[in-house]
C-alpha cells in the first residue's frame, strides 16, 4: 500500500505540474498514461465500470469523474485532477484540484477550505476514534467556511480493490461506525461546493457536477492507521 500510494502521489504530482492555460485535458490523461508505463504500474480507473481513461479532470462546476477530451484549460480555472494505480494488486487513490494561472478570491478559499478539510478528516485517523469522527471534522470545517460537502458521492476503504468498506462519509454525527484499528487503510476525499451540495450526473454517464452550477473542489489521500497515527501513503515530495 505504501508503494501504490507513493507511485499514485508522483504521478498526480507530475500530471497536477502541466497545468496551465492553454493545455488540453486530454493532454493530463496522456501524460498519467506516460508515467504509468514508465513506472510499471497499472491506471487504476482505466476501465473500471467502463471509465474510458485513466484520470479524471474535472473542471469547475463539474465535482467528480470529468472525462478528459477537448476542453481547454481557461486562466481563472480550478482543475480536480483524480488518480490512483494498481501495484502488485494493492490500490492507491488521491486527488487535488489546482488552479489555472490567476483564480477568483472565492477559488482560492474553496481550495483551501477543501484542502484543509482533508487534513482535518486525516488527523481523525487515530486508532480508537470511531469511523465517522473523520466525516464530522471535515463537515465541521466546511460548513464553518460557509461551503457545502456533497452527500451522494463519499470516501471508501482501499486496499486489494479501489472501492473497500466501509464508506467514509464527508458529513455526519461524531462517535459511530466501526472503530479504526492499526492496518486499516481509508480513502479521505472531501468534494466541496461553494452553494448547494446537490448534485447531478451529465450525458456522458459519468460528469457529476454541481447543481447550480457553483465551483466544486476536490482532494483526497489515501492513509493507514498506525501505532503513530495516520501515515499519508499518497504524500507528495
Ligand atoms: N477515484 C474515484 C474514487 O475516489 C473513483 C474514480 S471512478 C473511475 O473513488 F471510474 F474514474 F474510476
Ligand atoms: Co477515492
Known sequence: MREAGALT???????????????????????????????GVKAAFKGYRGYPASICVSVNEEVVHGIPGDRVL?????????????Y?????DSAVTVPVGEISSEAQKLLKVTKEALEKGISQAQIGNRLSDISHAV???????GFAVVREYVGHGIGREMHEAPPVPNFGLPNRGPRLKV???????????VCT???KSLADGWTVVTKDGSLSAHFEHTVAITEDGPEILTKWD
Do not use: C
Open 183 to 193: 492496518g486499516m487503510t481509508l480513502a479521505i476525499e472531501p468534494m466541496v461546493n
Open 139 to 145: 463537515q465541521t470545517h466546511v460548513e464553518e467556511n
Open 88 to 92: 502488485e494488486g494493492f490500490y492507491g
Open 9 to 39: 502521489a508522483k504521478v498526480l504530482q507530475e500530471v497536477a505540474a502541466m497545468v496551465k492555460p492553454g493545455v488540453k485535458t486530454r493532454e493530463l490523461d496522456r501524460k498519467a498514461e506516460e508515467l504509468v508505463a514508465r513506472y
Open 197 to 199: 451540495w446537490e448534485v
Open 74 to 86: 481557461q486562466e481563472g480555472d480550478i482543475v480536480s485532477l483524480d488518480f490512483g494505480v494498481i
